[in-house]
């Protein structure tokens, strides 16, 4: 069973950085896109960015200019570095990963931004 284990959430005012990790329990490479998404109360959930295999990124209009997904493969990890947080960022983000047969996903961590 894999597992990814999302970190680096908390309150944070606007303005500020936060970098979030997803922690995957087994070679990243397996996979064949991760991604990260973002779920506020009483909202749709939204596709916020996408990490390729070969490090490929695309990101949601909202969020262009402000974040930055990455990948470590040595530590089988994905990251997404928030700069300029709004209080609209706020929401439970969460990773998501799939490979040739499965998709999987974190539990999420809570990202709020306000004063």
């Known amino acids: 069973q894999v597992q990814l284990v999302e970190s680096g959430g908390g309150l944070v005012q606007p303005g500020g950085s936060l970098r979030l990790s997803c922690a995957a329990s087994?070679?990243?490479?397996?996979?064949?896109?991760m991604r990260w998404y973002r779920q506020a109360p009483g909202k749709q959930r939204e596709l916020v960015a996408t990490?390729?295999?070969?490090?490929?990124?695309d990101y949601a209009d909202s969020v262009k200019g402000r974040f930055t997904a990455s990948r470590d493969n040595g530590k089988n990890t994905v990251y997404l570095q928030m700069n300029s947080l709004k209080p609209e960022d706020t929401a439970v983000y969460l990773c998501?990963?799939?490979?040739?047969?499965?998709?999987?996903w974190g539990q999420g961590t809570q990202v709020t931004v306000s004063s």
């Open positions: 998501y990963a799939q490979d040739f047969r499965l998709s999987y």
């Open positions: 087994r070679n990243i490479f397996s996979f064949t896109t």
């Open positions: 990490v390729g295999s070969g490090g490929n990124t």
